[in-house]
């Protein structure tokens, strides 16, 4: 089973934020950057929906292009 795990390091304002789907979690950073993060999930999920495709499908090479270009700009 593959998962994408993201990790924010620039939270300074003591809140723990925590979001978890079936195959992603999205731990920690500020409050903006938690919101990028759990956008660029989502997108990515959404884009491998409409390929057609399961997380565990893709090669690692493939799966970074979609998530660059599922991040908000």
Do not use: C, Y
Request: no cysteine.
């Amino acid at each position: 089973m593959r998962g994408i795990l993201g990790l924010g390091l620039d939270n300074d304002d003591g809140h723990k934020r925590i979001t978890t789907g079936e195959k992603f979690a999205i731990v920690g950073g500020s409050e903006e950057t938690h919101e990028r993060m759990t956008e660029t999930v989502v997108k990515t999920f959404e884009e491998l929906r409409q390929r057609g495709k399961e997380l565990e499908q893709v090669e690692p090479k493939e799966l970074a292009e979609i998530v660059h270009k599922s991040a908000p700009r």
